[in-house]
């Protein structure tokens, strides 16, 4: 496509550094402009529609267009813009959602604390890991273990808990003190006649011989999703939580759980916690907890967690830490209406229900030969390419995308695996319609790679 002059995609080329983004092919194709939203949909400035089938990045739960969320920000905007929350100051946005969180949580929990992004609030859990740390009197016991191919967040700390090569190649990440164990990905990771029992058994073993080598001691955390988004949708086999769990208990280490994809209903269950049975000390949450119409995430503390702090912020006089815009009265109304929005029309029961239409047509998806695998709980879900001649490893799946983004269907490429994350409004009938115009796209592709 030719770009215009002036136009927003020549300017945008011209001015605006992207996220995730090859920067040289950027200024020679530009960016896709999407101009508008509406339920399940987007729009292009040429007019055409697509299936928002990632939800925008894992996150517009209730959909495009809510103007109940559009008006509740309104409302506070008018009421009160903007006040903080530093130095025992507070507005009821932030009271009532603080208070509403910690009555869903799914494990009991005592406090919390406002940050504006995934990346702010795992940074933040990591300090008050290390904070907590030196409030017990155990100055070592900092490290804090997190996995491969897990996605927690792009800032320094949270990029060094990420596992994925490219948060950390030319950044000069992880930092010390972060390290990384084995990934839950059956499949893609076991050994020649492994079963998934033994390799569950494996994953529990590695972590176990990691905190070993490293010393107790010196093992504070340990951070994971229950679902892996990011990492290419990694559910992990039956008896993986479990064994997992036993492993942090027994050397006294937190959990954290990272429910910034799964919380708020895609797994079927408000929370991952409960779907996987888990039994976090921290968790940490944004994207669906305003479906992303404003920047806002948490992360909740329990008690374990909250009294030594408690007793190192009066010992020092305060709790140094906290962002100008946490807790901001217009997000926080934002993601109140939008958790009444996900209670009053059960959309966790949408996902529920509809779980099974969209795992099957996955399903189906996999009996096609350029695939190798399926994987999905809830409405959360992605197909792998099989490995081809000809082609490296991860060149597979932009090549589909584009095909798909034809077909009016966007997905994303994870290496050569399709993901697909879409709002929880979604009907059976558009699950089946972007299903059908995925297969369309695949069949184009597998034409093209044939031809
Ligand atoms: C599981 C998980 N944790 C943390 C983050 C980071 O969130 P943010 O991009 O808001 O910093 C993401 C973002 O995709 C995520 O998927």
Known sequence: MTIQPNSLEARDKAYHLHSYTNARALERDGALVIERGE???????AGKQYVEGM?????????????????????????????????????????ELAEKLIQMAPVPMSKAYFTNSGSEANDTAMKIVWYRSNALGKPDKKKIISRTKGYHGVTIASASLTGLPNNHRSFDLPLARVLHTSCPHYRAFKTEGETEAQFVERCAKDLEDLILKEGPDTVAAFIGEPVMGAGG?????AGYWEAIQKVLKKYDVLFIADEVICGFGRTGEMFGTTTFDLQPDMITLSKQISSSYQPISALLINEAVYQPLADESAKIGTFGHGVTAAGHPVAAAVAL????????????????????????????????????????????????????EGFAAGQ??????????????????????M????????????VDDMFDKVERGLDKFARELTA
């Open 39 to 45: 339920g399940i949909y987007v729009y292009d400035n």
């Open 337 to 388: 209406e939008n958790i009444r929005i996900i209670e009053e029309r059960d959309l966790v029961g949408n996902v529920r229900t509809l779980s099974p239409r969209f795992l099957a047509r996955l399903k189906a998806i996999g009996e096609n030969p350029l695939v190798i695998e399926t994987r999905g709980v809830g409405l959360i879900g992605a197909f792998e390419l099989a490995p081809r």
């Open 396 to 417: 597979l799946g932009p090549k589909l995308f584009s095909h798909l983004m034809e077909e009016g269907v966007i997905s994303r490429a994870i290496g050569d695996s």
């Open 55 to 95: 939800a925008g990045l894992w996150s517009v739960g209730v959909g495009f267009g809510e103007s109940r969320l559009v008006e509740a920000a309104a409302k506070q905007m008018a009421k009160l813009p903007y006040y903080h929350t530093f130095t025992a100051r507070t507005h009821s946005p932030s009271v």
């Open 233 to 237: 949708v990694i559910v992990p086999p």
């Open 419 to 430: 993901a697909f994350c879409p709002p929880m409004i979604i009907t059976q009938e558009q």
